[in-house]
């Protein structure tokens, strides 16, 4: 299985401040037809989660441009600029290159 | 819209069995491949399996295999989930989801809990 490895798994931030989330892969998750596919999810409290970044870095119809990914083989990163009240929740990296594997979460706090 | 509604959790024994269903709406159903997902309480995600658009090939996850069966019912929009033999370790919420063409796991259902007790 790939394990991916988020870091930290709590971040606390003000608002308006920009906060960026590490998954780390086990395994390289560039597929044999040139796409990566790492994708970020935040899952707010009492929901289900929701999709806000595919391939890396493209943004979901709908999310806000304040969040972007990037990162490539097996280190990925997710970053909040000006980081919004409703941006509370758990994070996750999600690979689907291989059987499908979730990161651990990271939980944002708003201060 | 699309939409994804679960049913069919509730409490089940050990070592007993329990079938989900999933509708869809908003969507053409029978073009994506569909997968079920599982959060245990305060835990993160697990990939169950998942299940081709005209539903001739089915994946597990090792967990599972031969334990849960993905099915689908193309002309009435719906996921299913059938579930054996279950364990302690099953209880979580399960939810359908979604794989868009380009981006897996775009959509997600609310979700339905499955508590495994005695």
């Known amino acids: 299985d790939v394990v991916l490895t988020q870091t930290p798994p709590t971040l606390s931030a003000t608002i308006g401040q920009s906060v960026s989330i590490s998954c780390r892969s086990s395994q390289s998750l560039l597929h044999s037809n040139g796409n990566t596919y790492l994708n970020w999810l935040l899952q707010r409290p009492g929901q289900p989660p929701q999709l806000l970044i595919y391939?890396?870095?493209r943004l979901e119809s709908g999310v806000p441009n304040r969040f972007s990914g990037s990162g490539s083989g097996t280190d990925f990163t997710l970053k909040i600029s000006g980081v919004e009240a409703e941006d509370l929740g758990v994070y996750y990296c999600?690979?689907?290159?291989?059987?499908?594997?979730f990161g651990s979460g990271t939980k944002l706090e708003i201060k | 819209e699309v939409q994804l509604v679960e049913s069919g959790g509730g409490l089940v024994q050990p070592g007993g069995s329990l079938k989900l269903s999933c509708v869809a709406s908003?969507?053409?159903?029978?073009?994506?491949?569909m997968n079920w997902v599982r959060q245990a309480p305060g835990k993160t995600m697990e990939w169950i399996g998942d299940i081709k658009p005209d539903g001739s090939n089915t994946n597990y996850a090792p967990s599972v295999k031969n334990r849960f069966t993905i099915s689908r019912d193309n002309a009435k929009s719906i996921l299913y989930l059938q579930m054996s033999n279950m364990r302690s370790d099953y209880t979580a919420t399960y939810y359908c989801v979604r794989d868009g063409v380009i981006a897996a796991f775009d959509y997600w259902g609310q979700g339905v809990m499955v508590t495994v007790s005695s």
């Open positions: 999600v690979q689907s290159t291989h059987a499908p594997t």
């Open positions: 391939l890396v870095s």
């Open positions: 908003g969507f053409t159903f029978r073009d994506y491949w």
